[in-house]
């Protein structure tokens, strides 16, 4: 049995070279975007690597190619961005962890930004069981979830959120709150099994204005019930980090994008 692989979205590769640049080691599923459609398999030194490419676009439908052809065998799930570098060893570590604490359904690994621009996420300090406010800043990167826990939830990424669609962030957030919504027993560890190198991620444009109106639809797709109440919340905490923009303004923002997803439910726009 294939104990754990890895999941990996990128865009414009024309091979599997991905795998050795990110210096992977176990099987692996690569999830390609470009302008050409094609599925290969092979192996490298015993591990299976898959290589998709699909034409569409949208980080969250990758995502959820490289879920959807993973292998059948397949024990444990990671994802993975095309901007990690895996440390020497990781499956081990990864596998002993789970094995320690066998009722974690998922574990959220630490990673180690090496750019200059830093990510957002507060690095993981302790091994404990996640609450659902710890979470709002974390991406699935080096995300571990048991595939018989994510095949009896049936979650997938939301793909009206994410990058390549009109609601450009927050596919991650979405994702990580509905693990908790089906059950999910998520763990954060502090042990470190990659490296990430963000200088070339640019998805927020600084329109302030758009940004938060999709932050409201985040939050209202998260927590539809006391959307409104959180908006202004988060108005009263994020206002005072901008110059020259008042609070009521970002609420506006923030509740209009909480009214435009409701309506889109209503309407029926959110049907795959």
């Known amino acids: 049995m294939s104990r754990l692989a890895v999941l990996v979205t990128t865009m414009n590769e024309q091979d599997h070279s991905k795998y050795s640049e990110m210096n992977l080691q176990t099987d692996a599923v690569i999830a390609n975007q470009a302008d050409f459609e094609g599925f290969t398999e092979t192996e490298k030194e015993g591990r299976r690597i898959r290589f998709i490419t699909k034409p569409e676009r949208g980080l969250s439908r990758n995502r959820n190619t490289a879920i959807d052809n993973c292998f059948s065998d397949c024990e444990y799930v990671m ?18 962890i789970f094995k320690n604490h066998p009722d974690a359904d998922a574990i959220k690994f630490n990673i180690n930004c090496v750019s200059k621009r830093k990510i957002t996420m507060s690095p993981i300090r302790n091994f404990h069981r996640a609450a659902r406010r710890e979470v709002t800043s974390f991406g699935v ?8 826990a994510l095949k009896k939830s049936g979650i997938r990424f939301n793909e009206f959120f994410g990058a390549g669609t009109q609601n450009y962030c927050g596919e991650d957030s979405i994702f990580l709150q509905d693990l908790f919504k089906k059950g999910i027993r998520l ?86």
């Open 79 to 96: 994802f993975s961005d095309d901007d990690l570098t895996f440390y020497d060893g990781y499956e081990a570590l990864v596998l002993e």
């Open 141 to 148: 990167c080096a995300l571990v979830i048991k595939t018989s």
């Open 187 to 272: 763990y954060l560890s502090p042990e470190c099994i990659a490296d990430i190198d963000q200088s070339d991620s640019s998805w927020y444009d600084g329109d302030l204005k758009k940004f938060s109106t999709v932050c409201g639809m985040i939050i209202d797709e998260i927590y539809p019930f006391i959307s409104y109440l959180l908006c202004v919340r988060s108005a009263l905490k994020a206002y005072k980090r901008y110059e020259n923009v008042s609070f009521f303004s970002l609420l506006k923002w923030y509740l209009s994008g909480v009214t435009k997803n409701k309506i889109e439910h209503i309407k029926g726009k959110r049907k795959k």
